[in-house]
Nanobody
Framework: QVQLVESGGGLVEPGGSLRLSCASS????????MAWYRQAPGKQRELVAD???????NIQNSVKGRFSISRDNIRRTVYLQMNNLEAEDTAVYFC???????????????WGQGTQVTVAS
């Protein structure tokens, strides 16, 4: 069974920081591309940042310079460091994995359940 479990969300004041974590199980993490998406109320889910299995990171322009993504292949965890948060960053943040399950060679797409980030004073 594949699980992506996000943590680290919460309420933070504008200008504050949060670090989201996504712990994985059931996938071959080292061979999976990982990403963070977010969905604000009434809006479509959007990509925030992604990192390839080889460690190449890509940050969307809307958060570039404030957010960073990293991965720990030993802990099978991907992180999203969010600094200088703004009210517009308020959303549910989802972890995404594209990679093979253990025991399978085919590539599949997996989602976590999401974690709420609220930026408000």
């Amino acid at each position: 069974q594949v699980q992506l479990v996000e943590s680290g969300g919460g309420l933070v004041e504008p200008g504050g920081s949060l670090r989201l974590s996504c712990a994985s199980s059931g996938i071959i993490f080292s061979r999976s591309d990982m990403a963070w998406y977010r969905q604000a109320p009434g809006k479509q889910r959007e990509l925030v940042a992604d990192i390839t299995s080889g460690g190449v990171a890509n940050i969307q322009n809307s958060v570039k310079g404030r957010f960073s993504i990293s991965r720990d292949n030993i802990r099978r965890t991907v992180y999203l460091q969010m600094n200088n948060l703004e009210a517009e960053d308020t959303a549910v943040y989802f972890c995404n994995a594209v990679g093979p399950r253990y025991g399978r060679s085919s590539i599949s797409n997996f989602w976590g359940q999401g974690t709420q980030v609220t930026v408000a004073s």
